[in-house]
């Protein structure tokens, strides 16, 4: 996988994806930055999120079990020190709909340990929780 990344002036970047899709990345004005995009560290979060939802979303519709809705939280906890890298990450997984428990938590579990490429890549210790129809689950 190739990605190509182009500098806009000050601190503003456009990502472009194999796929063909754009991402416009900047800092925050006090960063010197124009505050036009999002920033990496925070697509990082979202990469995390959109992966592990993906892996989920299959696994659970291969089990013939229909989402009815679904949202994620992710958290991430930075170290003070340059460079500081993300030191935890926590995600909650919502979802809604006719779920037997342990078939989310064997989705979870699948997608954390073998399958999400994104949060397998990272060093920091992610830790996840849920919650079905609203009743919070134990954390996992």
Same mark, same amino acid.
């Given at each position: 996988?190739?990605? =190509? =990344? ?21 800092? !925050?004005?006090?960063?010197? $930055?124009?505050? /036009?995009? !999002?920033?990496? /560290? ?5 990469? /995390?999120?959109?992966? =592990? ?22 958290? $991430?906890?930075? !170290? ?6 993300? =030191? $935890? ?37 992610? /830790? ?13």
């Amino acid at each position: 996988m190739k990605v =190509t =990344t182009k500098w806009n002036g000050q601190m503003a970047f456009t990502g472009k994806s194999p796929s063909g899709h754009e991402i416009i990345m900047d800092a !925050a004005e006090k960063s010197g $930055g124009s505050n /036009t995009g !999002a920033r990496p /560290t925070e697509l990082l979060l979202q990469a /995390t999120a959109g992966c =592990t939802g993906i892996d989920i979303v299959s696994i659970l519709s291969k089990m013939r079990f229909n989402i009815d809705s679904f949202e994620m939280e992710v958290e $991430g906890a930075r !170290a003070e020190e340059y460079p500081q890298r993300f =030191t $935890g990450i926590h995600i909650h997984y919502s979802l809604e709909g006719e779920l037997p428990e342990d078939k989310v938590v064997r989705a979870i579990k699948l997608s954390k340990d073998k399958y999400c490429s994104v949060s397998n890549s990272l060093n920091a210790e992610i /830790t996840v929780s849920y919650s079905i129809n609203g009743a919070e689950r134990k954390q996992l």
